[in-house]
Structure formats: structure tokens, C-alpha cells
């Protein structure tokens, strides 16, 4: 292993943890929504984040990450994922790593073993960031009054992922399946986005899932 500190960041089990929307008691808003409503809204929270950043062209790399991983190295605006983690390409030499929460630790362990020797970065970010799951045959209509980048499915097909301007403020639009998008947003915008995604979507009809 380096010779980088790496320690658990994760509190105990004692600790109780909020998410971003804590304040806005998503779950009391379950079952309440418009029936059939267009767009379908979930907070997936206490996920772990990971940053790493490495040289992409270089194939020891991108044998340990997926030795590490069992993932390809996604190129550039694409995202890769299996049934516990996604990985998504975030600039030529940095990947977000988005794993369930409480594996950050053994992740980024697994991660410096794997590419042990070599120049590379990972960096918990879980704290900053925050994860919105909008799902809906209307979802689409909402990211085109917030956004002025292009989500027509020629441009943005299942598995692209992109930063952008959204709301007059930056974050990750990520198309995960046919009528399902995932925001990764920072944390202290949480609230912003919550109050703007209800306006936005208003005439469609927003639900909450749990």
C-alpha cells in the first residue's frame, strides 16, 4: 500500500446522519403526488462518492480499476455501472465512482492496492455531493426548461453524462435508462434544486418515491 494516510471518514452507527433534503421530509410527501403524475422524484441518499483521477491511456491504470471495480473505464461523457456501483467519466484524467453507502472505505482500499505504484488520486467526496433519481415520461420536458444543453435522445441516449448549467447553477445530468435521469448535485444546493424541480414540474405532475 502507499504511504498516504487513508482512515474511515464514516461516524459510528451512534451518529445520526441527515441527507441534503433532510429539511423537506420527502418521505412524509410519499403516495401524495398527482396520480400518474409525469415525473417521479427520489432522493438516493448516503451514497458513497469517490474521485480518482489517474492517466487514462495508460493500460496498468485501467487494468486496476477494473480489477478493483470489475468496470471498464468509461470514455469521455459516458457513465459504466453494474448492479452496486457507477463509475462515470468526469475529465481526461478523473472518474466519479458512486458506490452504496458505507463501502467507501474498502473501496478506496481496494482501489490503492489495485493501482499501487502508480500516480493516481482518490479522494471521498460523499459529504459534498447528493444523488436525485427523476424518472417519467416527462422528465425530459423538465431538464429542458432548466438546461440549455441539448437532452434530445440523438444527443443524449442512455449512458451519457454530462456537467452543465442547470437552474443558473452547475451539476451532472446523467441518463441512466429510457425515462430515468440522475442529477448529481452538491450538497448545498440541495435545497435550490428541490424548490426549483417542483416549479418545473408542476403541470406534469411531481410524486416522491422513497
Known amino acids: 500500500m502507499s504511504a498516504i494516510n487513508v482512515f474511515q471518514q464514516n461516524p459510528g452507527a451512534e451518529a445520526k446522519a441527515q441527507s441534503p433534503l433532510h429539511h423537506a421530509d420527502l418521505a412524509s410527501l ?22 480518482i483521477r489517474g492517466d487514462g491511456h495508460d493500460p496498468e491504470f485501467a487494468a486496476g480499476v477494473h480489477k478493483a471495480l470489475g468496470l471498464e473505464l468509461p470514455v469521455a461523457l459516458t457513465v459504466v455501472a453494474n448492479d452496486e456501483m457507477s463509475l462515470q ?21 481496494k482501489l490503492r492496492a489495485a493501482l499501487e505504484g502508480q500516480h493516481i ?10 444523488l436525485l433519481e427523476l424518472r417519467g ?27 452543465t448549467v442547470f437552474a443558473k447553477s452547475q451539476l451532472v445530468i446523467r441518463r441512466t435508462a429510457e425515462d430515468t435521469w440522475e442529477l448529481v448535485i452538491r450538497r448545498s444546493f440541495a435545497d435550490y434544486w428541490w424548490l426549483w424541480l ?7 405532475g411531481l410524486s416522491i418515491e422513497a
Open 30 to 51: 410519499v403516495g401524495k403526488g398527482r396520480k400518474n403524475a409525469g415525473v417521479t422524484l427520489r432522493e438516493r441518499k448516503f451514497l458513497g462518492h469517490l474521485t
Open 89 to 109: 467519466w468526469a475529465g481526461p484524467d478523473e472518474w466519479l465512482l458512486i458506490v452504496p453507502g458505507g463501502q467507501e472505505f474498502a473501496v478506496e482500499q
Open 121 to 130: 488520486q482518490v479522494v471521498n467526496v460523499s459529504g459534498g455531493q447528493s
Open 137 to 163: 415520461p416527462n422528465v425530459r420536458e423538465v431538464l429542458m426548461k432548466s438546461t440549455s444543453y441539448d437532452v434530445h435522445p440523438n444527443n443524449f441516449p442512455v449512458g451519457k453524462a454530462v456537467g
Open 198 to 204: 417542483q416549479d418545473a414540474s408542476a403541470e406534469y
